[in-house]
């Protein structure tokens, strides 16, 4: 991605990530938007190759632990994944009744402006903050990914957010596909 200081080298290894919506406008305050990005979480790992360990989504980004399969490149699945994403929402934001469609289209067709492969809205950051994990880092990320919810006081356990993995390592399951770090 552009502008991405962090680079994803080996594209089959695990990393962790973060997308974070332009002007961390909190678009994710609604479950629609939440539950268009587990859709499309699970449509990866279903079809693109995409193997997902942790994730959680706040109001106004989204952290993973994952890793692209063999045979595939993870920057590609993030352009994928970003894309759609992307196009998606805006087009829920715009049809469907949304009390702040008109501020958030604005701030997304402000930040796509001086961009010319941006045709009308920007609505994802470029960088993915991808940092490549050592085994001896993954379980610091996995805790961070899931204290998330409690630093932002939205629940005062893990397992009690709906949209994070926290309830899969809790046993309960989830709703997206993961696989566990043992």
């Known amino acids: 991605m552009s502008g991405d200081r962090y680079i994803i080298s080996d594209q089959n290894a695990i990393h962790f990530l973060t997308f974070t919506i332009v002007g961390w406008i909190d678009v994710f305050s609604r479950k629609e938007y939440k539950l268009e990005i587990v859709n499309s979480l699970n449509y990866c790992i279903k079809e693109k190759g995409l193997t997902v360990y942790a994730w959680c989504i706040m ?22 994944f970003k894309k759609f994403t992307a196009k998606k929402i805006i087009k829920m934001i715009e049809t469907e009744p949304e009390s702040r469609k008109e501020w958030m289209l604005n701030q997304f067709k402000y930040a796509g402006r001086n961009l010319n492969r941006i045709k009308k809205y920007k609505f994802w950051k470029d960088d993915n903050h991808a940092i490549e994990l050592e085994s001896h880092m993954i379980d610091g990320r996995l805790n961070y990914i899931h204290q998330n919810p409690i630093n932002a006081m939205i629940v005062e356990e893990p397992e009690h957010y709906l949209f994070s993995s926290a309830r899969d390592y809790a046993g309960i399951k989830g709703m997206v596909k993961v696989e566990l770090i043992s």
């Open 59 to 80: 109001s106004n980004h989204v952290h993973l632990i994952t890793k692209a399969k063999n045979d595939y490149r993870l920057s590609d699945i993030i352009r994928d």
